[in-house]
């Protein structure tokens, strides 16, 4: 697709739930990250993938929260046993490279509500 | 550690009155990059900019132009004769460099509000 594209672009879930959100990079795209965006925040880095791997983990907030890449295309952010703090923008973002400076262009989001 | 200050939280203008959206950064690294985003009501993050610590010359595009001073660790940008359609959030981000790695460090952003 021309951009980034996430689903579910809306997610309701109830506390304690598994959640995953989706995220199809631009085409050509090798670099994905997670960002997460609470109101009135600005976007906050969990994650960043390099190909398959994920090379770059650190803003990952607890073991409950896990993504995947398998082919270097798609990724996949789950999130386990839900808690209320959880509610947030989820932003999924790619790069033509990794590089520090290469410009990242975001999704429209998912946004998550924990009940 | 990285930081990107936004002081200003909303602004409210009257279509085709210039604003400044300012935007304040500290970090060690003597290589950065500095980047503008818009968020309009969609959610959706639209880059603007990109800028090197090397290259300190302002830059206009259209109506937007930044200004990038290295001395007080600013990057601010200017919208002039806004337009409605200008009434977004727009945030600061600056890359750190880690490896590879081109993670952001935002700010908390700016609502701007253009009233016809």
């Known amino acids: 697709g021309a951009g980034v594209s996430q689903t579910p672009s809306n997610k309701v879930t109830e506390k304690g739930k598994y959640v995953e959100l989706r995220c199809d990079p631009i085409?050509?795209?090798?670099?994905l990250y997670w960002y997460r965006q609470s109101l009135g925040q600005g976007p906050e880095f969990l994650i960043y993938?390099?190909?398959?791997?994920?090379?770059?983990d650190s803003g990952l907030p607890n073991d409950r929260f896990f993504a995947v890449r398998p082919e270097g295309s798609v990724s996949t952010l789950k999130i386990q046993r839900t808690e209320r703090g959880d509610s947030a923008v989820y932003l999924c973002?790619?790069?033509?490279?990794?590089?520090?400076?290469?410009?990242?262009?975001f999704g429209e989001g998912s946004w998550l509500t924990v009940v | 550690a990285q930081k990107v200050t936004q002081a200003q939280t909303e602004i409210s203008v009257v279509e085709k009155e210039d604003v400044t959206l300012d935007c304040v950064y500290e970090?060690?690294?003597?290589?950065?990059?500095l980047f503008w985003y818009k968020q309009p009501p969609s959610g959706e993050l639209v880059f603007l900019i990109r800028?090197?610590?090397?290259?300190?010359q302002n830059e206009i595009s259209g109506r937007y132009s930044w200004n990038f001073q290295k001395s007080t660790s600013s990057f601010n940008f200017t919208i002039t004769a806004s337009q409605v359609v200008d009434s977004a959030v727009y945030f600061c981000?600056?890359?750190?460099?880690?490896?590879?790695?081109?993670?952001?460090?935002f700010g908390k952003g700016i609502t701007l509000s253009v009233r016809p």
């Open positions: 973002a790619s790069s033509e490279a990794g590089g520090y400076g290469n410009t990242i262009y």
């Open positions: 085409s050509g795209h090798t670099a």
């Open positions: 993938f390099q190909g398959t791997g994920a090379a770059d």
């Open positions: 970090t060690r690294d003597t290589t950065y990059y």
């Open positions: 800028r090197n610590s090397f290259d300190e």
């Open positions: 981000a600056l890359s750190e460099v880690t490896g590879a790695n081109s993670k952001l460090t």
